[in-house]
């Protein structure tokens, strides 16, 4: 894992931006693994404005989301597909036909599931994930005690993150959908490069648990830590509880990967 402190939010989403754009740029078939969240926000409207300025073309990008609350149907305004459509697909030229998420309102959740691990697979696995974390811990809506070979499937979320996510539901944390479509934090892990963006004094603690603490399924974030390629892009209020915080600028720094990125 690679641990890059950027001064505030802004250059953290910033550098997460160029990194999936160059992924993109690099490989036009790019298999995009895509979260949601107050955090992924600064991103999508970089890579929004990017493709506008830039011409980044998404044409032949396939994309697949991590999560989706259960019983929310698509063009329900809190759901995670109206989220993606609003804040990224309605401002790219990617097709809407490879824009992927679970189905909220699926009659059959396991087969739902079933479904989605399939087409991942079909369309030859993750090649880039992008991932946030839940104050809970969770990587997708992977709470809490979620094994660190779980597959997707529907779970029950946690009381913090009801309350975290309350502010999208006007702040009534009885309207938070109780459970959640997720992919599991195995198949997380079996994405080719994982990149995890996370900013702001609330994720301080949770953050170091996750990149110092020992791998638990009591916070799947750590799982993080078994991936061969993990970049953990940070702001410097995420990183306030980091005890080896000068080692990562140390490995940044010396690391010829990032020496374009200094
Ligand atoms: C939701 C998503 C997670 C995301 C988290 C962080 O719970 N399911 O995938 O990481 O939000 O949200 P925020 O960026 O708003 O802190």
């Known amino acids: 894992m690679d641990v890059i402190v950027r001064q505030d939010a802004e250059s953290a989403a910033g550098l997460t931006a160029r990194l999936i754009a160059d992924a993109l740029a690099a490989t036009p078939r790019l298999v995009l693994g895509l979260a949601t969240g107050r ?20 044409s032949r990008a396939v994309t697949f989301n991590l999560d989706e609350y259960l019983g929310l149907p698509p063009e329900d305004e809190n759901s995670y597909r109206h989220y993606m459509n609003t804040h990224l697909f309605d401002h790219v030229n990617i097709a809407m036909s490879n824009t992927h998420l679970p189905l909220g309102t699926a009659a059959d959740p396991d087969a739902e599931c079933a479904r989605y691990e399939r087409l991942i697979a079909d369309a030859g696995g993750i090649d880039l994930q992008l991932v946030g974390i839940g104050r809970s811990g969770h990587i997708g809506f992977n709470e809490p005690l979620s094994a660190l070979r779980s597959r997707t499937r529907a779970t029950a979320l946690a009381p913090e993150t009801l309350r975290q ?84 600028d140390w490995i940044f720094q010396n690391e010829p990967a990032w020496d374009a990125f200094r």
């Open 165 to 248: 996510n309350a502010s999208m539901f006007g702040d009534d944390a009885d309207r938070v959908p109780r459970r959640a479509l997720t992919m599991g934090v195995g198949t997380i892990l079996e994405a080719r490069r994982i990149l995890c963006l996370v900013t702001g004094r609330e994720k301080a603690a949770i953050l170091a648990r996750a990149v110092e603490g020992p791998v638990s399924a009591m916070v799947s974030a750590s799982a993080l830590q078994m991936h061969p390629q993990c970049t953990c892009i940070v702001d410097e209020e995420a990183a306030a509880c980091l005890g080896e915080r000068e080692y990562y």
């Open 39 to 58: 955090t992924m926000e600064r991103v999508y409207e970089r890579l929004a404005r990017m493709h506008r300025d830039d011409g980044l073309d998404f």
